[in-house]
């Protein structure tokens, strides 16, 4: 019997480990009389190994596997079924006040128990996403040098010019690496320049990938690209783990960048997938065209959080029985979010007959400058449909005032931006009108749940980007939505990855939001909640990520022709994969 078939995890979930050791021991539930290994049955496997973070099953080794790999009585007798050892965990994680510390324990679990760090994960979503992601992870990025471990992904500096191939073929696992995510820590969540410390991001994402579509960890790699970080108060932390120079710019960074990206694939082959993450807004845009017939890459805060955003207006479509192209709809923001978000919006818009003029029509920009009019000079190429011939103002309730607006999207990482006025002012026109904060992490929201519910009496139709708790208004309670990519990114990897598709077009952005907007029940809708809640994140992956590799199969994106044939079977693979943790 080979180390990994008798080392049976057999945790999956539900099941009990310790049916192995009945027949070889009295036990009482959590106890067990254990008797002698029998040396001529042993398997020698250095103990490191049995120990590591991939196999270590901490009190669920079995009696027989402590005796044949020679580890019994490194541990006590107690034998842990599944749910004790997830008892013992869920335990523990809840013993620290703080979200910081649950952080800090998560990240002792994964690099001592990997396996167990997931199933615990996935099981839990509810309670760990808020940890693991935003917003305690934002929290934690501002701290990631006085936290950081050990290994978790590599860092490319900019002194690695030439030699980033070397660097990435130092990844124990690059045999089985097929995606990557990629940070340069530029604009990490509403918390701008964390330099290196944006590695933290780039693990929760991938975490995401495993915990919520099954994709096995050892395929994942996180990067960070340090190139400098014009954070002052970094170059000054001594706990910081960075470069402490200013960032590369101009051609210089973009060589770099062609230089990583050439490297991934000559290292893990041409069809990883790269995923773009936290990248200021400018440069996110820029390698999204760059690299778009050369590579199979996504930009996540463009194209993930534009699926999710279409998502939610298709369920605003849902409750008010009105087409989305008779709202008024004003973005405030015009960074990678908002002009995502636009840009699907106006995809939809125009697959169902609409000119581009009229498609952006209804749609209004505000940024720091304030509103986009025609006057204003240079405007990027993705806005200048949507800029008015109007009155320039400086002022959100102004606009609003004016324009009257159904919804309302905040992607500026200005908390308090949509005052009771802007919200009253909305209320007063709309009979549901839909306001989203998409800005991370919570202190960052354009304005909280209570605010938008109270304000507008309880009409809105409230999402934001951070999990916000129920609110109880009028003897009603109110579940406010989550608007954030993690509904969309997982199911878009997963489905790629399983088919082996070469590039990642923007139909399957479309198709995954509209597959979103489906998600939630009608009472679910009417009740003011237009996303899925996220301990059924696992299932929007799954759904999602089926329909997914169909469409790309069907259009001929899929890297292998025989899968076509097959391509019911993309439902077979994503259940293999999804039950793989
Ligand atoms: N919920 C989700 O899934 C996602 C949320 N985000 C969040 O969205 C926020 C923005 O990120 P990016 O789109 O990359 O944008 P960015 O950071 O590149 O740009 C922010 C935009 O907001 C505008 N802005 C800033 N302060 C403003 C103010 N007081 N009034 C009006 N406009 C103002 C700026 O002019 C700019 O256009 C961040 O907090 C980020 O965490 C980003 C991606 C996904
Ligand atoms: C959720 C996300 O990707 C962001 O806030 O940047
Ligand atoms: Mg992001």
Do not use: C, W, Y
């Given at each position: 019997m080979s180390f990994f078939r008798l080392l049976n995890?057999?945790?999956?979930?539900?099941?009990?480990?310790?049916k192995t050791h009945q027949s070889n021991c009295e036990c009482s539930p959590n106890l067990i009389k254990i008797r002698p290994s029998s040396s001529h049955d042993t398997i020698r496997v250095p103990i490191e190994v049995v120990f590591s973070d991939k196999c270590n099953k901490a009190l669920a080794f079995t009696l027989e596997e402590r005796q044949r790999l020679c580890?019994?009585?490194?541990?006590?007798a107690c034998v842990r079924t599944y749910d004790e050892q997830m008892l013992a965990i869920e335990s523990n994680f809840h013993s620290f006040e703080s979200n910081v510390g649950r952080y800090r324990y998560l990240r002792a679990l994964r690099q001592g128990y990997e396996r167990l760090y997931f199933q615990f994960v996935s099981k839990n979503v509810h309670a760990v996403l808020p940890i693991i992601y935003t917003p305690t992870v934002g929290l934690a990025c501002t701290v990631y040098g006085m936290l950081y471990r050990g290994m978790t992904g590599i860092h490319i500096t900019k002194h690695d010019r030439g030699h980033m191939k070397q660097i990435l073929s130092n990844w124990p696992m690059r045999r089985s690496v097929k995606a990557i995510c990629v940070t340069?820590?530029?604009?990490i969540l509403g918390l701008g320049d964390l330099g290196a410390n944006g590695m933290g991001i780039a693990v929760g994402k991938m975490e995401l990938y495993t915990a919520l579509a099954g994709i096995p960890p050892s395929m994942l790699l996180p990067i960070c690209?340090?190139?400098?970080?014009?954070n002052k108060s970094l170059h000054e932390d001594p706990l910081y783990i960075g470069l402490r120079d200013e960032r590369l710019k101009g051609d210089e960074y973009v060589c770099f960048v062609d230089e990583f990206m050439e490297a991934v694939v000559s290292t893990f082959g041409d069809q990883t997938l790269i995923h773009f993450e936290d990248f200021a807004t400018p440069n996110a845009f820029m390698f999204l065209n760059r690299y778009q017939h050369c590579y199979c890459h996504f930009n996540d805060d463009i194209q993930g959080t534009a699926a999710v955003g279409l998502g939610g207006l298709l369920g605003i479509q849902r409750i008010t029985?009105?087409?989305?192209?008779?709202h008024v709809i004003v973005f405030a923001g015009a960074g990678s979010a908002a002009m995502g978000i636009a840009y699907l919006l106006k995809m939809e818009l125009m697959s169902r007959g609409l000119s581009e003029a009229d498609a952006a029509k209804n749609i209004y920009f505000y940024d720091q400058d304030g509103v986009l009019t025609t006057?204003?000079?240079?405007?990027p190429d993705i806005l200048c449909v949507f800029a008015k011939n109007m009155k320039e103002t400086k002022s959100l309730e102004t606009l609003v005032e004016q324009v009257k607006p159904s919804i309302i999207m905040g992607a500026t990482s200005a908390p308090g931006l949509f005052t009771e006025k802007i919200i009253r002012t909305m209320a007063a026109s709309h009979e549901r009108p839909g306001i989203f904060a998409f800005s991370n992490p919570t202190i960052k929201s354009e304005c909280t749940a209570e605010q938008a519910y109270k304000f507008s009496d309880g009409k809105a139709i409230y999402s934001a980007g951070s999990p916000f708790p129920p609110v109880e208004f009028n003897g009603k309670r109110l579940t406010p939505g989550q608007a954030n990519n993690c509904f969309a990114f997982p199911a878009l990897v997963l489905a790629t990855m399983t088919v082996l598709a070469t590039r990642m077009p923007d139909e399957i952005f479309l198709l995954a939001a509209h597959e979103l907007a489906e998600f939630p029940t009608n009472e679910e809708m009417q009740s003011g909640r237009i996303y899925p809640l996220v301990k059924q994140a696992n299932e929007v992956a799954y759904k999602i990520g089926v329909k997914v590799a169909k469409y790309l199969i069907e259009n001929g994106e899929s890297l292998h022709l025989h899968i076509c044939a097959y391509y019911y079977l993309s439902n077979w693979l994503i259940k293999v994969m999804l039950s793989a943790i």
């Open positions: 995890f057999g945790i999956t979930r539900g099941s009990s480990i310790s580890i019994h009585g490194l541990m006590p340069d820590g530029q604009r690209l340090d190139v400098g970080t014009n029985k009105k087409p989305l192209e008779e006057a204003r000079k240079s405007i």
